[in-house]
């Protein structure tokens, strides 16, 4: 049972455009939903988070924004750059990690000039 | 600060044989992860340590895999008679209290 689900599976973009990815959850007890980048060859490395007392929260062109009652979050990359090209997983823990972080199976971004 | 260091990097096995896989958290961090990462299965995550002692372990397969920190510089994961499908990149990752995960490079283990 995937507890979280993210979509698309790979999604291709222009330079310029923005990219939207989107994960929901089911278990209500998550209260930390963070976003992680991948690029080819490394290991994932944190990109932006969110707790649930916020619907929305911004760091430059990568934007998460939230809803707690549908149990959906999603991550958009404004202006996208083609070293944005990347798997992006997010993820979500519950109780200030009482559990491990449990991961979507990501997104691949194709950011194209 | 060399962050998270993994060792080995690559690791064969034949079929039947036994696994460790080593892992060196960031010096100060009080949480040690370890998940598996697959392209079907995505980032699984296996079990944590937090101040050395495991936290949560529902992700490890029980039979074979164990996971250990006896001090806060290294923790352990073995793979008892490894199969093919525990071929995956074995990924550790340290967590101070502001919850960020810094991962290691990771053990790509392969079993023939």
């Known amino acids: 049972q995937q507890q979280v689900r993210q979509s698309p599976q790979s999604l291709t973009v222009w330079e310029g455009e923005t990219a939207i990815l989107n994960c929901s959850y089911e278990?209500?007890?998550?209260?930390?939903f963070p976003w992680y980048h991948q690029f080819p060859g490394e290991s994932p490395a944190l990109l932006i988070a969110?707790?649930?007392?916020?619907n929305k929260k911004e760091d430059g062109r990568f934007t998460i924004f939230f809803n707690k009652r549908e149990k959906k979050f999603s991550l958009h990359i404004a202006d996208s750059q083609p070293g944005d090209s990347a798997t992006y997983f997010c993820?979500?823990?519950?109780?200030?990690?009482?559990?491990?972080?449990?991961f979507g199976l990501g997104t691949r971004v194709s950011v194209f000039p | 600060n060399a962050g998270v260091i993994q060792t080995p990097r690559h690791k064969v096995t034949g079929k039947g044989q036994e696994a460790t896989l080593w892992c060196e958290p960031i010096?100060?961090?009080?949480?040690v992860f370890w998940y598996r990462q697959t392209i079907v299965q995505g980032l699984e995550f296996l079990t944590y340590f937090r101040n050395q002692a495991p936290i949560d372990d529902s992700g490890m397969p029980k039979e074979r895999f164990s996971a250990q920190m006896p001090n806060q510089s290294h923790s352990t994961l073995k793979i008892q008679s490894t199969q093919p499908q525990d071929s995956a990149v074995y990924l550790c990752a340290s967590s101070s209290f502001q919850n960020t995960l810094y991962f290691g490079a990771g053990t790509r283990l392969s079993v023939l």
């Open positions: 969110i707790r649930p007392v916020s």
């Open positions: 993820a979500a823990s519950a109780n200030n990690y009482a559990q491990g972080l449990t």
């Open positions: 278990d209500s007890t998550f209260d930390y």
């Open positions: 010096s100060g961090h009080s949480a």
